[in-house]
């Protein structure tokens, strides 16, 4: 089974949100639909599902979806507020889309207790919903959507209104629990650590056109354009020759530098200063003016950091290093 788009399109007046998309979802596959807000990559997402009218076409397995109506196209929706009934307790949450579809009571019970099981909450079927933290909220939110085994489950920005260390967290049990299903998912995300942690393959999206689509390895290795790069957390995109005074370098044409790429060393052979410096859990962040090379993003550990204003030398990490196009 497979979700197939062909030049999907979405138009608000004489605004194009999505232009022109074709794009494969294949049976068990997690696919991440990544971009910055804005994007259209939720508009999308919408449009696959029913909810916002489109031009072009939305396939399951070759039959155009476009007169099935969105409760009967077998698709799960999670969104990132999770949208949970607040009257009803978290088995009664998730048995929700199961009671709806006829299925007796035994039957529920035991989804439901499979699916506790499998999001990491069991023993919380009788819990309220407003005893739930944040993270849990969104953990049944998954299960709800899991219990009538829908053929493709969409999710829009599912751990965005979490914090930074929860929702790292939550990305690898999410990863966890769709292959663990086999559900076959399509995920808008603006994170990136976020997409590639839970992706088999990632389609980047920016301007309502799909950019670059690959294994995340091949998407982070190879940025397709030097915007893509800078998304991708390059700080600095330029001509591999820049980099000759760090001694000879295996690249040719663009290359973009990650955070890492350029590090404090004291036998750096590139001298600079530090215009500016922002802590991290096991390093600091610096901006250093370079000779030659202007304004660079830099790493340096915690005990030897440098202050604003002091001399530093820099080395170049070429696994921070990646060619771009």
């Given amino acids: 089974m497979m979700l197939g788009l062909e030049g999907l399109s ?28 804005g994007c259209g990559k939720s508009t999308l997402l ?18 155009d979806l476009a007169k099935v109506p969105v409760h009967r196209r077998g698709f799960g929706l999670v969104f990132q507020d999770g949208q949970l009934f607040p009257h009803r307790d978290v088995a009664g ?47 049944v939110a998954l299960a709800r959507a899991l219990a009538p085994r829908p053929r493709l489950l969409l999710l829009d920005e599912p751990l965005s209104a979490l914090d930074r260390a929860l929702r790292e967290h939550l990305a690898v049990d999410l990863a966890r629990v769709l292959r663990v299903s086999g ?16 992706a088999d393959r990632v389609a980047l999206m920016r301007g309502g056109v ?14 397709v354009d030097a915007e ?21 370098v295996p690249w040719a044409g663009q290359v973009g530098l990650r955070d890492s790429a350029l590090r404090v060393a004291a036998d750096g052979p ?14 600091v962040r610096l901006v250093v003016a370079a000779v030659g090379l202007g304004q660079v993003d830099a790493v340096a550990g915690i005990a030897e950091a440098p202050r604003v204003g002091d001399s530093v030398s820099l080395r170049l990490d070429e696994s921070g290093v990646v060619p771009v196009g």
């Avoid at 929700?96 to 919380?124: N, P, S, T």
């Avoid at 559900?183 to 839970?198: C, G, P, Q, R, S």
Wanted: with cysteine; proline share 2%; hydrophobic share 45%.
């Fill in 10 to 37: 979405v138009h608000y007046g004489s605004i194009a949100a999505v232009s022109d998309v074709d794009l494969t979802v294949a049976d068990g596959e997690v696919l991440a639909l990544l971009g910055p807000s």
């Fill in 46 to 63: 919408r449009a696959v599902a029913g909810l916002q009218a489109c031009e072009g076409a939305v396939r399951w397995d070759g039959e």
């Fill in 93 to 139: 949450n998730i048995a929700f889309g199961l009671r709806m579809a006829g299925a007796d009571k035994a039957v529920r019970a035991a989804r439901v207790a499979e699916l506790l099981e499998m999001v990491g909450l069991a023993g919380y079927a009788s819990r309220r919903v407003g005893e739930l933290s944040g993270g849990e909220r969104q953990r």
């Fill in 183 to 198: 559900t076959t998912a399509l995920v808008v995300t603006h994170d990136h650590d976020e997409a590639f942690t839970l």
């Fill in 210 to 223: 799909i950019r670059q689509v690959g294994a995340p390895g091949e998407v982070w290795g190879r940025p």
């Fill in 228 to 248: 893509t790069a800078r998304f991708l957390g390059c700080g600095r995109v330029l001509d591999a020759g820049e980099l000759a005074a760090f001694g000879e």
């Fill in 270 to 283: 590139v001298a600079g200063e530090v215009t500016a410096a922002v802590h991290r859990r096991d390093h």
